[in-house]
């Protein structure tokens, strides 16, 4: 029969289950032989799986996170390692296939309090991430691993202050007055967050300078959130601007500090996340704007101000780039024509969006706009 228990004359456990790969100690006989019992039965019904009995813990969710998590993009690791560590630090390395529905809602349950059921949320679509990974990562193996069932966690998105197409205007003229003298790129960057409304701030200043096709007119988004192929179709007037402004080598990248008294060459770097931010601040404190910041200030706010002239399709496909179909990016000389007919109205400002100046501002709800997504 199938497995055996060993008498051990030396120090410690008394007996010994020996089944395949499965290995385990026992002080009392009738104990180990219930184990034996259990792994023959298991093994019967073709629901043995030595992964569960090995020293190592193969299965183990530490183990598989750390796995996981060496395979996914550097540039979204800090986000998964945060939410895989709630759940590390809960779990620790209990078996895989012992994490359920009801594991799962006590973990959530018990996660910190001052998380926002929106960061909670985020957990659990990481969560859900990884167990499919893990589930496809063991389909060929000889007993499955089941996707476990996740509990709901609803929670309502925010709401985000943006301005009018008037006083945005204004706010990027005070940004170029304050900035344009110390490195002219400071404007530009708000400039462009706010008329490239499908690139990202932290996109945008990982741009490098062999990401600008002068040629063609576009701008490689090698940086971005959906780790696929993204492009930003430059305005006529931004690519002779950039064309009289002296270029530098190829892995430089674009937004970066320039020479000037007071900063160390070793600092002469990339801007800092929160670079452009800074300088828009400034700029709304001088014009007395206050509570709207510069991602809601540029891309939100150009997106409605599209809404009086442009579609809510025409808004996604040529100027958020949602839900864009993919053959038209095969195709940018003619898909860059009609999104540069867009985008040409995130500069101007009609009459529609002249007749308020007030600078107080706009509060919409960050999910939606006119149809059109605003996102994140």
């Not at 078996?95 to 659990?124: A, C, G, V």
């Not at 893990?134 to 709401?159: C, H, S, T």
């Not at 490239?196 to 945008?204: A, F, G, H, S, T």
């Not at 442009?310 to 100027?319: D, Q, W």
Request: glycine fraction near 6%; charged fraction near 30%; proline fraction near 4%.
């Amino acid at each position: 029969m199938l497995g055996k228990i060993i008498e051990n004359e030396r120090k410690g456990s008394r007996y010994i289950v020996r089944f395949k790969q499965a290995y385990k100690r026992f002080d009392d006989l009738r104990e180990a032989e219930q184990f034996l019992n259990t792994l023959r039965y298991k093994e019967g019904r073709g629901e043995f799986d030595e992964r569960d009995y090995q020293k190592n813990q193969p299965l183990g969710f530490h183990t598989m996170s750390q796995q996981w998590l060496k395979m996914k993009d550097v540039r979204c690791k800090r986000n998964l390692i945060n939410h895989i560590n709630y759940a590390k630090n809960y779990f620790h390395n209990k078996n895989i296939k012992e994490i359920d529905y009801p594991e799962l809602e006590d973990f959530f349950h018990q996660l910190p309090e001052h998380l926002s059921n929106k960061s909670k949320y985020n957990i659990r679509t990481t969560l859900h991430t990884f167990f499919a990974w893990v589930v496809k990562r063991n389909r060929r193996a000889k007993v499955r691993i089941e996707m476990p069932e996740f509990p709901d966690i609803k929670f309502e998105l925010g709401w985000r202050k943006t301005v009018d197409k008037a006083t945005q205007q204004e706010i990027i003229e005070e940004v170029k007055r304050i900035s344009y003298d110390i490195n002219p790129k400071i404007w530009l960057g708000v400039l462009w967050l706010s008329t490239y409304v499908n690139v990202r701030p932290i996109e945008l200043i990982h741009v490098k300078e062999k990401d600008i096709n002068l040629e063609y007119g576009i701008m490689n988004i090698r940086h971005n959130k959906e780790q696929k192929p993204k492009m930003a179709y430059l305005l006529d007037e931004d690519v002779e601007l950039l064309k009289s402004m002296p270029r530098g080598f190829p892995e430089l990248y674009f937004f970066r500090h320039g020479k000037r008294k007071g900063v160390a060459l070793k600092k002469r770097g990339q801007f800092g996340k929160d670079y452009l931010y800074t300088w828009w601040r400034r700029a709304c404190k001088n014009l007395g704007v206050e509570g709207v910041p510069l991602y809601p200030g540029t891309k939100h706010s150009s997106v409605i101000a599209l809404g009086d002239t442009s579609t809510p399709e025409e808004i996604k496909k040529y100027g958020t780039g949602h839900e864009t179909n993919k053959a038209f990016d095969r195709y940018f000389q003619v898909d860059g024509k009609k999104k540069r007919d867009l985008l040409v109205k995130t500069r101007c400002s009609s009459g529609a969006h002249r007749k308020s100046s007030t600078r107080g501002p706009q509060v919409i709800e960050f999910t939606s706009v006119n149809g059109a997504e605003g996102g994140t």
